[in-house]
C-alpha cells in the first residue's frame, strides 16, 4: 500500500505565500507523474498542477504564474509554492501520485486525504 499525506495549509491573507507538501510512502519502486487537484464544497476536484517524473510541468491557467509545482524524488515528495493568494484559491488541496510498486507493476493513482487552504482578510 502507498499513503500520501499532505502538509502546509492554513489561513492566510490574499497576496500571501503557502507551501504546500506531499509525502509518499509505502510499497514504492517508482513513482511518475505527482501533481495536485483542489476542491470546494460547490465545485467538481480541480486540476491545478502536475510535474512528471523527468520535471515537465504543466499548469492550470488560473494559477500560471503564481503557483511552481517541484518534487524531490530522494523523498518522495512533491510541493506546491503558492504565491500571490487570491480568495478563489481557497479550496482543499489535494495530492496525487502515479506508483509503481515494482519494476514490471502498471502505475496506480493514490490520493492524499487534502489539506485545508483559506485565503480571508
Known amino acids: 500500500q502507498v499513503q500520501l499525506v499532505e502538509s502546509g495549509g492554513g489561513l492566510v491573507q490574499p497576496g500571501e505565500s503557502l507551501r504546500l507538501s506531499c509525502a509518499a510512502s509505502g510499497s514504492i519502486f517508482s513513482i511518475n507523474g505527482m501533481g495536485w487537484y483542489r476542491q470546494t464544497p460547490w465545485k467538481e476536484r480541480d486540476f491545478v498542477a502536475s510535474i512528471a517524473s523527468g520535471g515537465i510541468t504543466n499548469y492550470a491557467d488560473s494559477v500560471k504564474g503564481r503557483f511552481t509545482i517541484s518534487r524531490d524524488n530522494g523523498k518522495n515528495t512533491v510541493y506546491l509554492q503558492m504565491n500571490s493568494l487570491k480568495p478563489e484559491d481557497t479550496a482543499k488541496y489535494y495530492c496525487?501520485?502515479?506508483?509503481?510498486?515494482?519494476?514490471?507493476?502498471?502505475?496506480?493513482?493514490?490520493w492524499g486525504k487534502g489539506t485545508l487552504v483559506t485565503v480571508s482578510s
Open positions: 496525487y501520485a502515479e506508483v509503481q510498486a515494482g519494476k514490471f507493476y502498471p502505475g496506480m493513482d493514490y
